[in-house]
């Protein structure tokens, strides 16, 4: 059904997407991120299904956006666009600005709204974009060689296009995250609240999917409340308007490089990070 995601029902009332270009190390192109749009639809819309595992084949979870991608524009024309912003084709900053809105803000922010529980199970590189699907998730698993990074300060940007850093980190070490480029290891991230349980890598999937049963057993009305509840709490302290603020901030950065460098990104300060 889908070219770039699996979808499982690997236990009763368990639904799992699993990313699946390990080739690319799941980088993400036009086609993987709608795939996996029309996936979380189908769990949240099958009424058996009570949890959703997101997973990844291959030694790791996401290298992030696929910055190799041809044609994406032509990809998101096969495709239902869920947002009403449209303007996909237009001229000069509108065009990337659409294009975000839909596919990375959009998307992520579609997928922590939906309401049933949602397991990230990470191993290997998490990366920029990569961050934009786990953090989406209720619950993050990581194998114990899981790690996370954000590079785009060195890009000439920001951050990623959903700010969440301060939600899942803390802003000191948010901060430490976006200006120094250092990996975050799975243990520290524990330690910061990011992650729920770091666990063996061979273990990671049963982990998870014992996790995701036990949560199954319950009630699913009494499950969305949860969820709802605890996401009104964030937004009550200022994450959704937030998370507005950083993302107009993000387009102003590419429109400043497209102005200075003629690209979206400031290459300026690449090199030294790729190399670590
Ligand atoms: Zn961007």
Not at 21 to 33: F, K, V
């Amino acid at each position: 059904m889908y070219q770039t995601v699996i979808y499982e029902t690997p236990a009763p009332h368990v639904a799992r997407l699993v990313l699946n270009r390990p080739e690319t190390r799941n980088a993400q192109d036009t086609r993987m991120l709608y795939e996996l749009n029309q996936a979380f639809d189908r769990a949240a819309q099958d009424n058996d299904i009570k949890v959703i595992i997101l997973a990844a084949a291959g030694p790791h979870f996401s290298s992030g956006h696929d910055l190799r991608e041809q044609g994406g524009l032509e990809t998101m024309a096969e495709f239902q666009t869920v947002g009403t912003w449209c303007g996909f084709g237009c001229a000069g900053a509108e065009a990337q600005m659409a294009r975000e809105k839909e596919i990375y803000i959009g998307f992520s922010e579609r997928w922590r709204n939906l309401p049933k529980p949602t397991i990230a199970q990470v191993q290997g590189k998490c990366i920029a974009g990569g961050l934009m699907l786990i953090w989406p998730c209720d619950i993050i698993i990581a194998a114990e060689d899981a790690s996370f990074w954000d590079n785009t300060v060195s890009m000439g940007v920001g951050g990623v296009e959903i700010f969440n850093h301060p939600w899942e980190l803390g802003s000191r070490k948010a901060k430490e995250m976006l200006f120094t480029a250092d990996w975050l290891s799975a243990r520290d991230a524990e330690k910061l609240g990011m992650v729920n349980h770091v666990v063996p890598p061979e273990s990671l999937a049963d982990f998870t999917l014992a996790m995701a049963s036990r949560i199954a057993q319950k009630p699913l009305f009494a499950l969305k409340l949860a969820k709802e509840a605890v996401n009104a709490a964030q937004d009550a302290q200022g994450r959704t308007s937030a998370l507005q603020t950083a993302f107009a901030l993000h387009q102003l950065a590419h429109s400043h490089n497209m102005q200075v460098h003629g690209m979206m990104i400031d290459p300026s300060g690449l090199s030294p990070a790729v190399k670590r």
